[in-house]
């Protein structure tokens, strides 16, 4: 019996073993073309994900056909009747000010073209899983005025499960509470009990207030069937009385039915 466990188990190690050494050289693979560029400024495009498109100067993203958020003067909204903006299926396009070794400023955009510019390292289209990897570990370790555009591009790039980092993010005290408060609010577009599990998790943990403000926010903007439960709990729960609170309007803006009995059977106890 203990044999035919320690087979599986093995083959689990190697290949857990091998994602890792694929994904750290393929990390190390992007940090060595950055460091290639002490002094300057680096850039590359990669594919967009699903829903994510732009015109060079807006970009705009959508999941499951609900907008999400957008950047710039959007022109595309549904009160513009007379003129159908183009809106191009990406690229990311991704520029790095580098200056003495260090990554200084990151832009981003969707769509549109470069423009010629000789005086840039252009490293062309990479890898997605390279460059949002790179863009990650900016976003978790790097200085907060990098690492929140970085963030940002890494979540536009296609097939990225950003998640794992999310969640370090949104539990770290080493990052700003402005940074863990945007990693709990991009979890809330992201499936999945171990995301709903560390959400719950967040808004019981001491500490900032307004981080734990977003993991109830995030929380309501779960689908319904798993909101609510997951609300009222919180409501029972939640020994800060102004969170109990929040999380009471959270749960009458459901206005699903087990919410708002809820709310009339405890009117006026929290």
């Known amino acids: 019996m203990m044999r035919a466990r320690i087979g599986p188990a093995l083959a689990l190690v190697a290949s857990a073993t091998l994602w890792g050494v694929r994904g750290a050289g393929a990390q190390q693979s992007m940090d060595a073309r950055m460091n290639s560029v002490r ?15 732009g015109n060079g100067a807006s970009w705009y993203r959508s999941r499951d056909g609900r907008p999400t958020s957008s950047y710039g003067m959007w022109n595309g909204s549904p009160v513009n009747r007379e003129i159908e903006t183009t809106c191009d299926r990406g690229p990311v396009r991704v520029v790095i000010e580098r200056d003495a070794g260090d990554t200084k400023a990151i832009r981003m955009y969707v769509g549109g073209r470069w423009r010629a510019d000789t005086g840039v390292t252009d490293l062309g289209t990479v890898s997605t899983r390279d460059a949002a990897g790179w863009l990650l570990n900016v976003a978790e370790q790097g200085p ?3 690492a929140r555009t970085a963030l940002q591009a890494a979540l536009l790039a296609d097939s990225v499960n950003a998640t794992p980092v999310l969640l370090r993010m949104a539990h ?6 402005d940074m863990r408060t945007s990693a709990v609010l991009y979890l809330a577009e992201r499936a999945g009990e171990r995301v709903s599990a560390s959400l719950d998790s967040i808004a019981y943990e001491p500490g900032d207030r307004e981080v734990r403000r977003a993991a109830i926010m995030a929380i309501a903007r779960r689908p319904k069937a798993e909101a609510v439960p997951a609300l009222i709990k919180l409501a029972e729960t939640l020994p800060d009385r102004e969170l109990r609170q929040i999380a009471v309007r959270a749960l009458a803006q459901t206005r699903e039915p087990e919410a708002i009995a809820w709310i009339e059977r405890n009117l006026g106890r929290n």
């Open 39 to 53: 002094t300057g400024t680096v850039r590359f495009t990669m594919a967009a994900a699903e829903g994510v498109c």
């Open 144 to 146: 907060e005025k990098v």
């Open 172 to 177: 770290s005290e080493s990052r700003s509470p």
